[in-house]
């Protein structure tokens, strides 16, 4: 910088930083400017983008096959699509805006509504059931309802979701196969008692002397005849389960009663095929509780019969025992036990174990056996379970029932 230069910018130095100030805040403008441009953009495609997705919402959910009713945290029908309308016949218009107990008061019975709604709402829980529902023409039909509360951040119910489905057909369907399954097995039953007899007879030499291979191949169809009486006797009490007509003769009683005569018919049964079978009796009498005695007799049976069935070698260890204000019974056995991935469906219907389990592969049963002994132990206020190291290592399966309060 020369010596003019010096002069001219002490004079004009103020003028030059304004002019860059300036500058510099233009820049700033433009490029605040652009960035402004980009985002108000982006917020215009993201609402169109919300308006379609809201748009197509709105048309799935107006347009599935079930029912969904939502409502505010306090029950107020915010939003029914329409196949309420197809379903109930009762106008969309007449029940949003309304409590759910007033707008579903003649639609639903007051019990089923009352356990629904408190559930819901005041208890904030998941809701499922099924109930006969009225439609607006007094006809009925079958409802399956499921409710889920929804919630903010600090845990407060804001929404109910509501999905129900009518399951009239689904209903009959399920009644004529029980209805079937009931009658082919109530025809079967007789029949295969006196084919029972007869073999038992036979096999006794109550018709003159056998030779051991008749022998033999007696025992087989006595064994095959046992086994088509048991899968009966399960569909049987299946089927009567599901239509509600099994019937329970509760009486004051005591476990032992019920189980030492099994444990002795069945100690034979066990030895015939090699193994032990080992009875803990309780040293005093167990407290008494509220027992049929025909229904625990059979769930009883079913766990010592299974212990024996999936157990190749060594045996069985029955015991009967009180644990806390329950009476406890327990078949443990050395056999072929429970792969994880098999515990949670044991309980189930038809439910046989995985199908790779070389156990199902090989020995007969239906799967139905668990099943209806969960329904009796469950139709006695009590617990069933059952617990396993895992394959090859054995199992054990207990059930639990209260002990009558004095
Ligand atoms: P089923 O024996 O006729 O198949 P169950 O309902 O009595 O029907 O039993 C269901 C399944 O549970 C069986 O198929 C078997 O996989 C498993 N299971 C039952 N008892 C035992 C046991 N003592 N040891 C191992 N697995 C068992």
Not at 114 to 120: A, C, S
Not at 145 to 164: Q, R
Not at 333 to 351: A, P, R, V, W
Request: charged residues 25%; glycine residues 6%; proline residues 2%.
């Amino acid at each position: 910088m020369n010596g003019t230069d010096f002069f001219y910018f002490q004079e004009h130095g103020a003028l030059f930083i304004i002019i860059y100030i300036l500058l510099f805040l233009t820049f700033l403008a433009f490029i605040f400017g652009l960035l402004l441009m980009k985002r108000l953009n982006e917020e215009r495609l993201i609402n169109e983008q919300q308006k379609t997705d809201l748009i197509k919402f709105k048309l799935a959910v107006q347009n599935v096959y079930d029912i969904i009713m939502i409502s505010d945290g306090a029950g107020r029908i915010l939003f029914v699509n329409k196949m309420f309308e197809v379903t109930t016949f009762f106008r969309v218009g007449e029940i949003v805006g309304h409590n759910l107990s007033e707008a579903l008061v003649e639609h639903l019975p007051a019990d089923f509504l009352e356990n629904m709604l408190r559930t819901v709402l005041r208890e904030n829980m998941m809701f499922d059931g099924e109930t006969s529902a009225k439609r607006k023409n007094g006809e009925e039909y079958f409802l399956k309802i499921n409710i889920s509360p929804i919630f903010d951040e600090y845990g407060k119910t804001v929404f109910c979701v509501a999905i129900m489905r009518d399951v009239s057909k689904e209903k009959e369907i399920e009644q004529a196969k029980s209805d079937f399954v009931s009658i082919v097995s109530h025809q079967l039953r007789t029949p295969l008692t006196v084919i029972k007899g007869y073999v038992s007879m036979l096999k006794e030499s109550g018709f003159g002397a056998l030779s051991d291979q008749q022998r033999v191949i007696l025992s087989k169809v006595y064994d095959s005849n046992e086994h088509l009486i048991n899968l009966v006797q399960d569909l049987l009490n299946m089927s009567r389960i599901e239509a509600g007509r099994i019937k329970y003769d509760f009486e004051e009683g005591q476990l032992e009663d019920v189980a030492n005569n099994i444990v002795e018919e069945m100690t034979n049964v066990a030895k015939e095929k090699g193994l032990y079978l080992k009875y803990e009796k309780p040293t005093s009498p167990l407290p008494k509780v509220r027992v049929d005695k025909e229904k625990i007799r059979q769930v009883i049976i079913n766990f010592i019969d299974n212990a024996i069935k999936y157990t190749p070698q060594g045996g069985l260890t029955v015991s009967l025992s009180t644990v806390a204000d329950h009476v406890r019974f327990e078949v443990s056995d050395t056999g072929l036990g429970i792969k994880e991935d098999e515990m949670n469906n044991l309980f189930n219907k038809y439910s046989r174990g995985s199908d790779d389990s070389s156990k199902t592969k090989t020995i007969k049963g239906t799967g139905l056996g668990l099943y209806v002994a969960k329904m009796m132990v469950e139709a006695h206020k009590g617990v069933i379970g059952a617990s396993s190291d895992g394959e090859n290592k054995g199992s054990i399966f207990y059930f639990e029932i209260p002990v009558i309060k004095k």
